[in-house]
């Protein structure tokens, strides 16, 4: 490997079910955390990987941790969601609001992989484009 390839250690959120969270349906699972956050550099960017169900009580760790990502990296952060198992408008955006916050900076928020429940929504909106390798506006 070489130095270009190194990784950071990784950093990991874990998020447990919080009282206003009681309702929903994923409360119940016998997981003991809904979601984790971790990130690591690879070269120029940061990799964000998300696991779990992300809603509007997840929204301010979702978007701390995000926003750190990008000040950690020279060129921008890749997301992997491929194993996100809910995904709703407020997670939605969050995502919408750090992109903006990159362009803002010259760097850019791409998708590495994601869930099929992840994709429906930025496709049902029409965000999936603005996710791409070369989404620049």
Same mark, same amino acid.
Not at 47 to 52: D, K, Q, S
Not at 76 to 81: E, K, M, Q
Not at 115 to 121: L, N, T
């Given at each position: ?8 250690p990784e950093r990991?959120?874990r998020a ?5 969270c ?7 699972a016998? *997981?003991?955390? %809904?979601m984790t ?5 690879? /070269?120029?960017?940061m990799? &964000?990987? =998300? $696991?779990?169900a992300?809603?509007?009580?997840a ?12 000040e950690?990296?020279?060129q ?6 491929k194993?996100?198992s ?5 997670? *939605?955006?969050? %995502? ?5 916050l990159a362009? /803002?900076?010259?760097?850019? &928020?791409? =998708? $590495?992989?994601t ?7 930025l496709e049902?909106?029409d965000?999936?484009p603005?996710f ?6």
């Open positions: 490997m070489s130095w270009e390839e190194a990784v950071v990991v959120h447990q079910p919080s009282a206003g009681k309702g929903h349906p994923l409360a119940a016998s *997981l003991p955390y %809904l956050i971790s990130s690591h550099r690879v /070269r120029d960017r990799v &964000v990987v =998300l $696991r779990g992300f809603d509007h009580v929204g301010e760790e979702l978007e701390r941790s995000l926003i750190n990502a990008l950690s990296s020279v921008g952060i890749d997301l992997d969601l194993e996100v809910f995904w709703d408008c407020a997670t *939605l955006n969050v %995502l919408l609001a750090v992109r903006q362009l /803002r900076h010259g760097k850019t &928020v791409t =998708l $590495r992989a869930s099929p429940i992840v994709e429906r929504v049902l909106t965000t999936l603005l791409t390798a070369h989404a620049k506006c």
